[in-house]
């Protein structure tokens, strides 16, 4: 059974950064496609990021530019770089990995982005 397990969330000001790691355990994470995603309080969850097995990454618009996702396979990690971050970017953040029909989610890890 895959599990996922997200780190890395705190408070930051403006214009800070911060890096979210996400643990997988099992044997998918290598050749599983990999998001993460994020909630804000009363709204509905956001696709923020994501990465193919083969290491190809798209990005919400709104993280272009700021956000970095990447993925060390050798270790079944999955991680995302956020620089430039705005109080918009506060959220819970979740990383996901979709196997076909497959998806699996993490427990989520805060994000504050406040002065």
């Known amino acids: 059974q895959v599990q996922l397990v997200e780190s890395g969330g705190g408070l930051v000001q403006p214009g800070g950064s911060l890096r979210l790691s996400c643990a997988a355990s099992g044997s998918l994470f290598r050749i599983a496609a990999m998001g993460w995603y994020r909630q804000a309080p009363d709204k509905q969850r956001e696709l923020v990021a994501t990465i193919t097995g083969g290491g190809s990454t798209d990005y919400a618009d709104s993280v272009k530019g700021r956000f970095t996702i990447s993925r060390d396979n050798a270790n079944s990690r999955l991680y995302l770089q956020m620089n430039s971050l705005k109080p918009e970017d506060t959220a819970a953040y979740y990383c996901?990995?979709?196997?076909?029909?497959?998806?699996?989610w993490g427990q989520g890890t805060l994000v504050t982005v406040s002065s």
């Open positions: 996901k990995l979709q196997f076909g029909s497959l998806e699996i």
